[in-house]
């Protein structure tokens, strides 16, 4: 039953193929309900195209869903517990940009757009705009204009704001002379929720901006609209409705709505936090620390890690961006990741399952594979035969290029599927491996390194493997909705519970549950093992680069 004295925050989690809610006492930092909802167009592979790296998201769906996992966690929480909370905490995938009209209003909601996937939310993994984000980066790399790739890593990426515009401008007439602004997921919805969504005044929360859209405040924002005329005249349009500051995470962006306050079964006028990436606030549920560094491992990774600004010597090449406030407030944010992890071992499930795929009678054959292969190959020894690149959905970090493909060599005929998805797992471990080692190499420290998402909490294969190779314990979190729980901690800042980020998590972020522990003896064999998967990944980039 819910307790009168009790304030809970409500955090919401908005992934690539679910989003949930999770209510939690800002005292103490128990979960108190917690309730999860599938996207029911994305379930159905709708307005997608795997073939063409297309992968987009309706509004629709993110609103429907908003109603179930609210309600269902307020139902769950007791009676009352609607009352107790005091503030919302939104985080979102991203880059997952929208064209919007002049009224703020998402195309895809528009009835001429409600099927027309140029007009819906852009996920994070589309690449459609490979070539437009080459385009961007021989802009930046010109001389003619200031180089705005200085502060994400040196390299634009296809997974990026302005490479999604451009691309879904050039290719649709109709979506682009509608389209006023582009406005991120993250960004969106609190705007929605709090009637502050006028493209040219709402929030525009600092890790998006910062981290996709090339914003600094050392060069006043946005990139200038000379720079983004010379792309395409309509950026230059976008960026005028684009306000010229950021808001961190921390700060609140409106109150409720009334509307959506009585449909979610909450109190008018609560707080609702500016909104930013599931895996900058995933990292925040973590309690994460100044050097350690925090991997979201799910669908793909985000290896984040915080620092003083005193700390950094420069600018960290090869990542997705260095910006002040992103993650935690106050501090320099920096972030990389892998554009797929759990889609590797995913493709390879789908891959050996073809022939049972759409067949009920085999669906439990189906979902039981990635279990037993896990079995299997954790009884092989590390770095066999066989090496594997996971490029599969291109590379992210270090130094992006999405044309990059995914590799699997030394193979034999006795090469058998565990070996193969030991090789799998191996070649994430080192993509990992990777991305430490460029932030070490610009001159940040790694003091420790903690895990978060679905993977961490769900093999241990993958998670000792990993540990193994970078030759680190890492730390697992408890909280299966880590998060949701740091949307939660900023919307408990938000609400003036807590002064700032770091108060809040000591009463509300995650323990950690388990720690794996490096072995010494695989050292050698995984040291050998990741130079063979340097070795393919350098032929794979001379043959993507002819």
Partial sequence: MATATRRLALGLDYGSDSARAVLVDVATGAEVAQAVANYPRWTKGLYCNPAKQQFRQHPQDYLDVLVAIITGALKKAGKGAGEQVIAIGIDTTGSTPIAVDRDGVALAMKAEFAEDPDAMFVLWKDHTAIAEAEEINALCHGGKHKDYTATCGGIYSSEWYWAKALHVTRANKKVAKAAVSWVEHCDWLPGVLTGNNLPATMVRGRCSAGHKAMWAAEWGGLPDATFLAALDPRLAATRAHYAADTTTADQAVGGLLSAWAKRL?????????SGAFDCHLGAVGAGATPFVLT??????????????AAAIRGTVAGICGQVDGSIVPGMIGLEAGQSAFGDVYAWYKRLLGWPLAGNPKLAALLDGLLPALEQAAAALPPAG???AVDWFNGRRTPDADQRLRGAIAGLHLGSDAPAVYRALVEATAYGSKAIMDRIISEGVKVDGVIAIGGIAQKSPLVMQICADVLQRPIGVVASDQCCALGSAIVAAVAAKVYPNVAAAQKHMASKIATTYKPSKKTAAAFAAGYARYQRLGAALVADARG
């Fill in 295 to 308: 991997k979201v491992m799910g669908t793909s990774t985000c290896d984040m890690i915080v620092a003083p």
């Fill in 385 to 387: 035969d066989v090496v």
């Fill in 265 to 273: 079964g909450l109190k008018a006028g609560i707080a609702v936090a």
